[in-house]
């Protein structure tokens, strides 16, 4: 295992003014490939609901499905720390069923982290969690478990009181022992003045320059995303016109048949 990066080398990271680079995925070659380009952790999101299974939300993810996926990106992660996703429903029922999930996440899907979506009647359980041995990514801001609840997928901290609000949700975080802050689509300065006021590393995803570290779904980054895409993602290829190109000349070969050749025949 080469120089296999820890929950406490990003808290260096930061100190030091080194970004983390952070990126989802879902399978072994995926996790492969980022790993060996250097990201610095990988995350199964739940965001697997939206891009794998094709579904409109993420609440319908499930733990045997984190667990699942956590397991077969943990065989193509070398490098990078591995931080899975607890769905909707496997940690806000109580604590120790939280731990319990979070729990599966490692033993089962070999984590070494879990991310929860938090607000303030969850920092009791980022706190049982991380007393169990098992290390916290707190996820605040816009938490698209709560989309129901946010009445969409909103700009963050923007509203009087909202800065304070997320400064204060942030520490608190912090207080029980999260070792790193997701912050999702919160106005840059706000997302700065977080990041300004923690000893432990932020990540942010829609939320600006500021943060000690990105994190992007990695079809959004590859371009496997249908558009429109939101305004934070940059799509640094165009990997949908790639397979769709190729599906068009495979299937036109087959149909002529010129695939496949002597090339590709035996004998
Ligand atoms: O599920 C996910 O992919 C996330 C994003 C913030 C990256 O949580």
Do not use: W
Not at 56 to 62: I, N
Not at 135 to 154: E, T
Not at 233 to 257: F, M, N, P, Q
């Amino acid at each position: 295992m080469m120089n296999k990066l820890r929950t406490t080398d990003f808290r260096k990271m930061k100190e030091q003014g080194e970004k983390i680079a952070m990126i989802t995925a879902y399978d072994a070659t995926i996790a492969a490939i980022v790993d060996a380009a250097g990201v610095d952790v990988v995350l199964v999101g739940d965001s697997l609901g939206n891009v794998v299974q094709g579904l409109e939300d993420t609440l319908s993810v499930t733990l045997d499905e984190m667990i699942y996926h956590t397991k077969i990106v943990s065989r193509g992660v070398d490098r990078a720390h591995l931080c899975s996703d607890m769905p909707f429903l496997s940690y806000q029922k109580s604590p120790e069923d939280a731990i319990e999930s979070a729990g599966r996440l490692l033993k089962e899907g070999r984590a070494e982290s879990v991310k929860l979506e938090v607000n303030d009647a969850y920092i009791d359980t980022v706190y049982r969690i991380q007393k169990a041995g098992i290390p916290v990514v707190a996820h605040i801001g816009l938490c698209p478990q709560s989309v129901h609840v946010m009445g969409g997928y909103k700009v963050q901290g923007s509203l009087p009181g909202d800065r304070e609000t997320l400064l204060d949700l942030a520490k608190s975080c912090e207080q029980a022992g999260a070792f790193m802050v997701l912050i999702e689509s919160v106005l840059s300065e706000v997302a700065r003045d977080v990041t300004e006021s923690l000893g432990i590393p932020t990540v942010g995803i829609g939320s600006g320059v500021d943060c000690d570290g990105q994190v992007l779904v990695v079809n959004d980054m590859i371009g496997l995303t249908p558009e429109p895409l939101p305004k934070f993602v940059k799509k640094y290829a165009k990997v949908a016109e790639t397979i769709s190109d190729s599906a068009k000349k495979y299937v036109e070969e087959v149909k002529k048949g010129t695939f496949p050749s002597q090339e590709q025949s035996y004998g």
